[in-house]
């Protein structure tokens, strides 16, 4: 199974090196995200550095649907799917290779975003540690969840406008705790401020992840 | 003729549609829901007091923890249940995907009534249509998990597969309801320490008022059922619909193709008359809906 994740999680993040979509098209629009919120909530910049936890999380989430179509439509040509069916790889190998693919993708996503944040709104990170452990463990949380939708969606004609109906509503654990642990290490709090909210991120990651290893093969099967 | 039988044995597989019994069973259901109902109505507008704090306003109280309780636990508890049980090998039938879609359907309608009385009492009680509360926002969520569910469902495909895949969402959020709930209740308390929902608020029940809430639980529950069995009646007929017309049209075709050989026969000799021809407007209605369905 982990050679498998290894063969699954390298081939996809080959095919990212060569065509750069989540570096050239991704990650700009999360920028331009934060560029928009500054403009909806006005130049006030103490108001922003106030709400820059949320809107980090949130342009997160956009770009994670963003990292998970790419994800399912670099399969959705030339029967890679049915490729991949074919190839005898373990399912739960083959989900755990796709989250890794994509959950690299968003760390350096959340890297960018989390520089604009700091630079464009004068978010003051007071505990760093707080913010790394929440960023990892968010997105193994969006990668599960992603993947599985993305698998879910892979067939369909309507998976565009589908998906990220189906996928924020469920990740909202993760935003509200992600912006909770934020706030927490932008306060400069005590590591107990957000141990809650990463034990909650915890529990998510690890039902997600384990529903994905068991359930990946039969949802790969009715796609 | 030929096209009735195979319409008909495929009807005949699901005894809810076909058997006399069963659409009894419904209609019994369904004449107590509503004797419950009005006798709910009537207990709650006009037999019971006014409460002493809320006044009028504890009226909502014998209608909205009912519709909550139907949507939040049987609804969608049943749905989550029917999944597994479609998903798991030895109990897979479709009859387990129509009950959890029957149950879903059923669960958001509930769903939004309870939003709906929710605010109207929150309005005057809060002084706000919306509060930002655990409870309410969890439900919210919980709604939209499940329009996803529904807006899944509506995509085209076999029906095995639609099941499946239907199966599958249902589980991951049901999955997700209990964390949702966690993190929204922890998110409010660190939010802010006092909460608009005042514990003084919640009126002490006792005499008719609580006879009339555990009369609101029963008729709710009941309309539940009947509205369960009715959509699930009405599932099969769809499903039932959309293969009947193909077979009609199959053997359409066909016929056209033996009207064809023997044209010049039938035409020449006036033959073709209204009982041989294979489909005429409105045949459709007639042989794919079973008896009772009209």
């Known amino acids: 199974m982990w050679h498998d994740t290894i063969l699954v999680a390298g081939k996809d993040l080959r095919i990212e090196a060569r065509s750069r979509v989540a570096l050239s098209q991704v990650a700009p629009f999360g920028i331009v995200a934060l560029v928009l919120f500054a403009f909806a909530l006005g130049p006030d910049r103490s108001l922003m550095a106030k709400g820059a936890p949320g809107l980090f999380w949130v342009a997160v989430l956009f770009c994670t649907v963003l990292a998970i179509q790419r994800s399912v439509s670099v399969e959705s040509v030339d029967g890679a799917r049915d490729g991949l069916r074919l190839s005898g790889l373990d399912p739960a190998g083959l989900f755990l290779g796709k989250s890794a693919a994509v959950a690299a993708q968003l760390v350096v996503l959340e890297v960018v975003l989390g520089l604009g944040v700091v630079l464009l709104y004068g978010a003051n990170v007071e505990v760093p540690w707080l913010i790394i452990a929440s960023c990892l463990l968010g997105t193994i949380g969006l990668a599960a969840t992603g993947t599985l939708y993305g698998a879910l969606s892979a067939g369909l004609r309507v998976r565009e406008t589908l998906l990220p109906f189906l996928l924020l509503p469920i990740a909202a654990p993760v935003l509200l705790a992600g912006t909770r642990i934020w706030q927490a290490a932008m306060a400069g709090g005590t590591p107990a401020d957000g141990s809650q909210w990463l034990r909650l991120l915890v529990i998510f990651d690890a039902v997600y992840v384990a529903l994905g290893v068991v359930v990946y093969g039969p949802i790969q099967e009715s796609a | ?294």
């Not at chain 2, 387990?96 to 769903?111: C, I, K, P, T, Y």
């Not at chain 2, 005042?198 to 609580?210: C, D, E």
Request: proline share 5%.
């Open chain 2, 1 to 294: 003729m030929s096209s009735n039988q195979t319409v008909s044995t495929t009807a005949d597989r699901s005894p809810l549609v076909q058997s006399n019994r069963a659409r009894w069973t419904v209609r019994i259901i369904g004449c107590t829901a509503a004797v419950a109902t009005a006798f709910t109505v009537w207990l709650g507008l006009w037999v019971t007091p006014p409460d002493q704090v809320q006044g009028n306003l504890v009226r909502l109280v014998y209608i909205h923890p009912g519709v909550a309780w139907v949507a939040l636990y049987l609804a969608f508890g049943l749905a989550a249940v029917s999944s597994l049980l479609y998903l798991w090998p030895r109990t897979r039938s479709l009859f387990w995907d129509r009950l959890a879609a029957s149950a879903v359907e059923v669960g958001v309608v509930f769903n939004v009534c309870t939003l709906i009385s929710g605010s109207i009492w929150g309005r005057p009680t809060w002084g706000v249509w919306w509060a930002w509360d655990a409870r309410l926002t969890s439900t919210a969520v919980l709604l939209v998990l499940f329009l996803g569910y529904l807006a899944l469902r509506r995509v085209p495909a076999e029906p095995d597969v639609r099941a499946k895949r239907s199966a599958f969402v249902a589980i991951f959020a049901s999955v997700d309801v209990p964390i949702v709930h966690f993190s929204v209740l922890w998110w409010k308390t660190l939010h802010q320490g006092a909460t608009v929902l005042n514990p003084n608020l919640s009126p002490t029940i006792h005499g008719s008022m609580a006879w009339t809430l555990l009369l609101g639980f029963v008729a709710l529950t009941l309309v539940f059922v009947w509205m369960l069995l009715v959509r699930y009646r009405v599932g099969v007929l769809e499903d039932f619909l959309g293969t009947g017309e193909l077979d009609l049209a199959l053997l359409e075709r066909q016929a056209e193709g033996v009207a064809l050989d023997e044209g010049d026969v039938a035409v020449a000799t006036g033959v073709a008359n209204a009982s041989d021809a294979p489909l005429q407007p409105g045949a459709v209605d007639e042989l794919a809906l079973p008896e009772g369905a009209r």
